[in-house]
């Protein structure tokens, strides 16, 4: 059973990375804000408070959160273990976590504000189906249109200068402590998230202890990651 938590900034390919790890490590990939997306998605009680917090630039409290995720633990469909992504994000969430679970290692993708800031800006989402795009990584083949639905590319509202630099100031504030909790009790692994997400895989791997990703034939990368 391997237990992991991934910590990164937004961008910094926490997503991915996760996929990665649990696709052949067999283990559940916990997203905190996927929950919240389908919750908003689907207009529960929940995804409305949701959308009203992120609406105003804050970020979902503690409670909301860690009832998130000790509801999803309980399912239990984790029987080779899992790696949470979204969680824990300050001092108290992470104090809540290491008292009810045990983990085996704690993931942190590195990433330099300015990298952040050139990588989120680059973000484009389909108004009509919802499909992500970065321009960075790859262009629609028609400019600011979905190559799947033709519909029209739209900047998230929160994907601004000034949204950005609130959430990553907030985003070290908060998360700077967690790290030095976890530091503490020797769980965490550094890795620098600006290359490619193949040799960021490998690289976490490795400094887990982890056999090498297998490399798979060449296929497309994905053209944006969260
Ligand atoms: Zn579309």
């Known amino acids: 059973m391997r237990k992991y938590v991934i910590m990164g900034v937004q961008g910094s390919g926490k997503g991915t990375q996760s996929q990665l790890l649990a696709s052949d490590l067999d283990l559940v990939h916990i997203s905190v804000g996927d929950i919240f997306r389908w919750n908003v998605q689907h207009h529960t009680k929940m995804g409305a408070q949701v959308r009203r917090i992120m609406a105003e630039g804050n970020l979902v409290g503690d409670e909301m959160a860690e009832s998130v995720v000790r509801d999803r633990l309980t399912e239990h469909d984790w029987n080779y273990g899992f790696i949470i992504d979204g969680f824990p994000r300050n001092r108290r969430q992470a104090l809540f976590f290491l008292e009810s679970y045990d983990i085996d290692g704690v993931i942190h993708l590195d990433m330099p504000d300015s990298e952040v800031r050139r990588r989120v800006l680059a973000r484009r989402l389909c108004a009509s189906c919802g499909m992500d795009y970065n321009l960075l990584a790859s262009s629609p083949h028609e400019a600011g249109k979905c190559d799947a ?78």
């Open 149 to 226: 639905c033709g519909g029209q590319l739209t900047t998230r509202e929160d994907d601004n200068e000034q949204a950005l630099a609130v959430r990553l100031k907030d985003y070290h504030e908060k998360t700077n402590p967690v790290l030095e909790l976890f530091r503490g009790k020797e769980y965490v692994i550094t890795v620098d998230a600006r290359p490619d997400a193949n040799t960021v895989q490998q690289e976490i791997r490795y400094k887990l202890g982890l056999p090498p990703l297998q490399e798979k034939p060449a296929e497309k990368e994905k053209p944006a990651e969260n």
